[in-house]
C-alpha cells in the first residue's frame, strides 16, 4: 500500500502533524490476547455483587422485571447492532421499521399522536420536553410539581441553565410558566392526579408534560386520555438490564400541534416509484445536520438498539401480557407494603396516598435495616432521605413479577428476625 | 421484499405469553383505584406469537446493511469492526445485573473500571480529568461547552460567543446555541483548513471557545494548530476538541497536547462500542486542570485504595444524565483498550490513515479531489466532476448500495460541493478497498456512458429511492388537519374497530 503511494515510510503520510506533537507511544499497558482481557474484565465483574432478581426490592427508576429471551436474540442481530443511523434508507429499511413500530408502540401507550425514534434516558426526555415547551410558549420558567426523580430535576437544572430557563419546584403555575411537570406514579411510587395538575397548567397557558412509568400504563390512564401535551419517561422496565444505569432509553411523545418542536429522530413512510411502501427519516429540517445552530435540540444519534428492545418486549407483550405483568407487580406490592406495615415501628410514609408497584415505608433505623438485608442477600428498599430531607427514614420498596411469593416470604422473615 | 408491519400482522386470536400470577393475596388495581385513574381501553399493542415475532424480526434484520456483513465507509461515523468479545464482557452478569442505587461497597469493580476507563482516556488524549457521564457525542460537546461557560462566569468574564468552522459538524453550533452562546462561523481556506486570517478577525473578548475538530472533517490536519491554540488563548478563550476524528491519530499526537481544554471522545467511533442503529453511544468529555472543578457530579474519587462517587462538588454544573452515563458502553470500550493496549491503539490509527490514503490514491482520477494530500483517517472527494453527465454525489451513494457497499456521507463537509466523505478504517483489507475502488471505478464510467442508469438505483435492494418530498407532504397536511394519516405512525384502518374496553 506504501508503494502505491509512492511514500516510503509512514511518516511520510503524517508530514502536515508539527513534529513538537508526535508521540513516541502511548502510556498505557500493551495489548493482551482475548483470554487474558476476558480473565480481566472479568475478575473486575466479580468484584461486584449482584443480588439476586427475586430478592432486589430497590427501584427508584430502575427495575428487575422479567426479560423475555426474545429481547436478545433480537438485539444481538448484527445486522441491527452494528448498523448506523439510516441516512441510506434503502440499505437501513430493517432499522427504519423498528423504529417506525417503537414510535407507533410508544404513541399507543401514551395515547398521544406521535412519539419519536428515542432519547438516552427519562432524565433528558424530561429536560427535552421542558425545552420543547420554552420553544412553543416562550415562557422562561418550568414548573416542577411533587415528587418527580430528583436526578431528572438535576439534569433539567443544567439544561435549563443553557438555555436560561429557571427550574422552580412546586407552588401554583403562573403565566410565566412554559409547563407544569410531573411523575405518574411520582419517585416514592404514590399516583398523582393528573388531571388536575394538566387542568392547572392549561389554565395558565402552560403545557402539562407527564413523566410515567411505561408499565403503569398497562393499568393508569394515558397521558393522551387526560390531556397532557406531552408524555415523557425511562424505558428500562421495557426489556433492558439494569447495567448500572445505562444504557437504557427515554421516550417522547407529544400531541401533533408540537411535532415540529420534537427533538431528535423521527421516522415516516414514504414511496418508491414503484408504489411500494418504505421507511425514511422525516422531518429532518428540525435537526442539527440541516438547521445547525437553530435546530430544536443538537441530539444526533438516539438509543435505537435500546428502542428496538422496547419494541420486542411490547410486542411479545401484548397489550394483556403487559397488564398481566403489571397487575402481578401491583398485587404482589400491596401485599407486601400490607406485611411491611405490620412489622414493629414501620409505617407507610404516606397511608392516604395510592400506588401501583412502588411505595414508601417510614422504617426504624433505616440505614441499619438495609445492610441487614444486604447481609442475607436482598437488595432492600432504597432509603429516599439522600434526596429528600423531609423524607428522613423513609424507605421505597418495589415488588415486580420478578419477586415471586416465596421471596416476600424471605424479605419479611428477614426483618422479622 | 418488504416485510408487513407488527401491527399488521397482529391477530386478535393470539394468546398472551404465559407469565406468572401473583401467588398472593392482594387487591386488583380495579379494587381500589378510582376509575378515573384507570385506562379505559387497552393499548393498541399487536399481538403476535413468539414464532411470529421472531420471523417478523429476523426478516427486518435482513433489510439491514451493517458492519457485520458490509463495508460501511461512512465519512465522520467511524465505522469499525465491533469485537464480539466487548458484549460478551457487558453482558457478563457483574456488570449487567447491577443496580445504581447499590451501595458503592458492592460495587467496587464497576467504580474501578470507570476509573482505569477514566484514566486510560486522559492517557489517549493528553487531559487530566474525563467525565463518563454523557451519553453521546453531542451530549459531551454540549457538556463541554457547559464547564467552559461556568469557567468564565467563575471569572466574573462575560463571554457570549462560541466560533465554530464552516466545516464543522452540525452539532456544534447546535450544541453551543443549546448552551446559551452566539455561534460565529469561521471560514476555512483555500487548503481546506481553517483561515487564520478569518479566526484573527471573528476573536474577540467576547469569545468563550473555539470549537474544533483535528484533523478537520475534510480529514486534513491543522498544521497551525499550535498558532491556532495560542491565538485563542492569548483572548482568554477556551479551545475545545470535536472527538469524532480521534481515530486518526491515537499514540500518534493528542488534542491535550496541541492546546486543547475540553476534549470529547465517541466512545462508538473511536473506541468500537456497536452503532445499535443510531446509539446508544457514550461521549466522554476530557478536560485540562483549569476545568475540573466544573465537571458534573457524580466523579469517581479512590482514597486509600477504595472508590467513592463524589456528590459534592460544589462548582460542577451539575449533572447532564441520570445515574453513570451508558455504563454498558463503558465496559464494551474498556474491554477494545485492555485487548489493544497503546501498541495496538498506535498501530489502529497509522493503519486507519494509511487505508484512507490508499483508497483515495486509488480514486483520486475517478472523483475530484478538492484538497490536497497527504489526508488523515477520511479524505472528502467531490462528484462535482459527474456534473456535466447530470449525476451527482447522491446517484454515486445509491450505486453503490447496489453493489453491496454502505454509502460514504455524502454532502458533508457543506464546504465541499457533492460532498463524497470516505472512511474506511483500519479494520477493513486491502481487498476490500480494492474492490470499493473498483465500483467506484466502473460508476464513474456509466456516468459518462449510461447516465440513466444511475439515475434508477438502487434497484437491487427492498425498496428503491424513496420519495420524501411528497412524505413530507402528507406529514404537513397531517399536522395542519387536512388528513387523517399520521405517516409518523401506523394507525389502524378505521375499518376495524378498537379492542373491547378493558
Not at chain 1, 187 to 192: K, N, R, V
Amino acid at each position: 500500500m506504501l508503494e502505491t503511494l509512492g511514500v516510503r515510510s509512514m511518516n511520510d503520510l503524517l508530514v502536515d502533524i508539527p513534529q513538537s506533537l508526535r508521540l513516541e507511544s502511548l502510556q498505557l499497558p500493551n495489548g493482551l490476547s482475548e483470554f487474558e482481557t476476558m480473565a480481566q474484565v472479568a475478575a473486575l465483574a466479580g468484584r461486584n455483587r449482584v443480588f439476586a432478581d427475586r430478592l432486589t426490592f430497590r427501584g427508584g427508576g430502575v427495575y428487575r422485571r422479567f426479560i423475555p429471551a426474545a429481547v436478545a436474540a433480537v438485539t444481538s442481530k448484527p445486522e441491527f447492532y452494528t448498523a448506523y443511523t439510516p441516512y441510506q434508507a434503502e440499505a437501513s429499511q430493517g432499522t427504519l421499521q423498528a423504529i417506525f413500530e417503537y414510535q407507533t408502540l410508544i404513541a399507543e401507550l401514551t395515547g398521544l399522536d406521535v412519539s419519536n425514534a428515542s432519547l438516552y434516558d427519562g432524565a433528558t426526555a424530561v429536560a427535552e420536553a421542558a425545552m420543547m415547551a420554552h420553544v412553543h410558549n416562550g415562557r422562561n420558567e418550568v414548573l416542577v410539581s411533587g415528587y418527580v426523580h430528583p436526578e431528572y430535576v438535576q439534569v433539567l437544572r443544567a439544561f435549563g441553565d443553557g438555555r436560561g430557563i429557571k427550574v422552580r419546584k412546586d407552588g401554583e403555575p403562573n403565566k410565566k410558566t412554559a409547563a407544569v411537570i410531573f411523575q405518574q406514579p411520582d419517585f416514592l411510587g404514590l399516583l398523582t392526579d393528573p388531571r388536575a395538575l394538566t387542568a392547572a397548567a392549561h389554565d395558565v397557558g402552560a403545557l402539562a408534560i407527564a413523566c410515567v412509568d411505561p408499565i403503569s400504563l398497562a393499568i393508569l390512564a394515558p397521558p393522551g386520555e387526560y390531556g397532557a401535551d406531552i408524555a415523557v419517561g425511562e424505558g428500562q422496565q421495557l426489556g433492558l438490564a439494569p447495567s448500572f444505569g445505562g444504557p437504557h432509553v427515554g421516550f417522547i411523545a407529544c400531541d401533533k400541534e408540537l411535532v415540529r418542536k420534537l427533538p431528535g429522530r423521527l421516522v415516516g413512510t414514504a414511496h418508491d416509484a414503484q408504489g411500494r411502501r418504505g421507511f425514511v427519516l422525516a422531518l429532518a429540517a428540525r435537526e442539527q445536520h440541516i438547521r445547525r445552530e437553530k435546530a430544536t435540540s443538537n441530539i444526533c444519534t438516539n438509543h435505537s438498539l435500546c428502542a428496538l428492545a422496547a419494541a420486542v418486549y411490547l410486542t411479545y407483550m401484548g397489550p394483556y401480557g403487559l397488564r398481566q405483568v403489571a397487575e402481578v407487580s401491583f398485587k404482589r406490592a400491596h401485599n407486601l407494603a400490607q406485611r411491611l406495615a405490620a412489622l414493629p415501628g414501620w409505617e407507610p410514609a404516606f397511608p392516604e396516598r395510592q400506588f401501583l408497584n412502588e411505595f414508601p415505608v417510614r422504617v426504624p433505623k433505616a440505614p441499619a435495616v438495609l445492610r441487614k438485608l444486604a447481609r442475607k442477600g436482598i437488595l432492600g428498599g432504597l432509603d429516599v432521605s439522600r434526596w429528600f430531607r423531609e423524607l428522613k427514614g423513609v424507605v421505597t420498596f418495589t415488588c415486580t413479577e420478578v419477586n415471586d411469593a416465596g421471596a416476600l416470604d424471605e424479605l419479611v422473615e428477614a426483618l422479622a428476625s | 421484499m418488504t416485510e408487513p408491519l407488527s401491527f399488521e400482522l397482529s391477530r386478535p386470536a393470539v394468546d398472551p405469553p404465559r407469565l406468572p400470577d401473583a401467588d398472593v393475596t392482594g387487591p386488583s388495581p380495579s379494587d381500589v383505584l378510582p376509575s378515573e385513574a384507570l385506562r379505559s381501553r387497552p393499548p393498541g399493542l399487536p399481538r403476535l406469537s413468539e414464532p411470529e415475532i421472531m420471523r417478523h424480526y429476523s426478516r427486518m434484520a435482513s433489510l439491514n446493511y451493517s458492519i457485520s456483513e458490509n463495508f460501511y465507509p461512512l465519512g465522520s461515523c467511524t465505522m469499525k469492526y465491533n469485537p464480539v468479545l466487548n458484549e460478551a464482557a457487558a453482558a457478563l452478569p457483574g456488570f449487567a445485573g447491577l443496580h445504581p442505587y447499590q451501595d458503592e461497597d458492592s460495587v467496587q469493580g464497576a467504580l474501578e473500571l470507570m476509573w482505569r476507563l477514566e484514566r486510560a482516556l486522559c492517557a489517549i488524549v493528553g487531559v487530566d480529568r474525563v467525565t463518563l457521564q454523557p451519553a453521546a457525542g453531542a451530549h459531551g460537546e454540549w457538556t463541554a461547552l457547559r464547564m467552559i461557560a461556568a469557567f468564565h462566569r467563575s471569572r466574573k468574564d462575560d463571554r457570549t460567543e462560541v466560533l465554530v468552522p464552516d466545516s464543522a459538524h452540525g452539532t456544534n453550533p447546535a450544541s453551543a446555541a443549546l448552551s446559551g452562546f452566539h455561534v460565529v462561523e469561521v471560514k476555512s481556506g483555500a487548503d481546506g483548513r481553517i483561515s487564520l486570517a478569518d479566526l484573527e478577525s471573528k476573536l474577540s473578548p467576547h469569545t468563550a471557545a473555539l470549537m474544533l475538530t483535528n484533523p478537520n472533517t475534510l480529514g486534513l490536519f491543522e498544521r497551525e494548530i499550535l498558532d491556532i491554540a495560542e491565538m485563542v488563548h492569548a483572548t482568554g478563550a477556551m479551545l475545545y476538541y470535536d472527538g469524532a476524528n480521534l481515530n486518526a491519530f491515537m499514540g500518534i499526537c493528542r488534542p491535550g497536547d496541541m492546546g486543547f481544554d475540553a476534549v470529547h471522545m465517541n466512545l462508538h467511533k473511536t473506541f468500537t462500542t456497536p452503532h445499535g442503529g443510531g446509539g446508544p453511544g457514550a461521549g466522554p468529555v476530557g478536560v485540562k486542570a483549569e476545568l475540573v472543578p466544573f465537571l458534573p457530579a457524580p466523579t469517581v474519587e479512590r482514597t486509600n485504595g477504595h472508590l467513592v462517587l463524589d456528590h459534592k462538588r460544589p462548582q460542577s454544573i451539575g449533572r447532564v444524565r441520570s445515574f453513570y452515563g451508558n455504563f454498558g458502553m463503558l465496559v464494551r470500550a474498556y474491554t477494545y483498550i485492555l485487548a489493544m493496549g497503546g501498541d495496538g491503539l498506535s498501530q489502529a490509527s497509522q493503519d486507519a490513515v494509511l487505508s484512507a490514503n490508499y483508497l483515495r490514491k486509488l480514486v483520486e482520477t475517478d472523483l475530484e479531489m478538492p484538497h490536497a494530500g497527504p489526508c488523515m483517517h477520511e479524505f472528502v472527494a467531490s462528484a462535482h466532476n459527474l456534473h456535466e453527465n447530470g449525476v451527482r454525489a447522491l446517484d454515486v451513494a445509491k450505486a453503490l448500495l447496489d453493489r453491496q457497499f454502505y454509502a460514504p456521507t455524502v454532502y458533508f463537509p457543506l464546504v465541499v460541493p457533492e460532498a463524497i466523505m470516505v472512511e474506511p478504517t483500519e479494520t477493513e483489507s486491502k481487498a476490500t478497498l480494492d474492490s470499493f475502488a473498483q465500483a467506484i471505478k466502473e460508476i464513474v464510467a456509466q456516468a459518462r456512458t449510461d447516465p440513466q442508469a444511475l439515475h434508477d438505483e438502487p434497484k437491487n435492494l427492498p425498496v428503491g429511492r424513496l420519495d420524501e418530498v411528497t412524505a413530507a407532504r402528507r406529514i404537513n397536511a397531517y399536522l395542519q388537519g387536512q388528513s387523517e394519516d399520521p405517516v409518523l405512525r401506523w394507525k389502524a384502518p378505521s375499518a376495524n374497530p378498537p379492542e373491547e374496553a378493558c
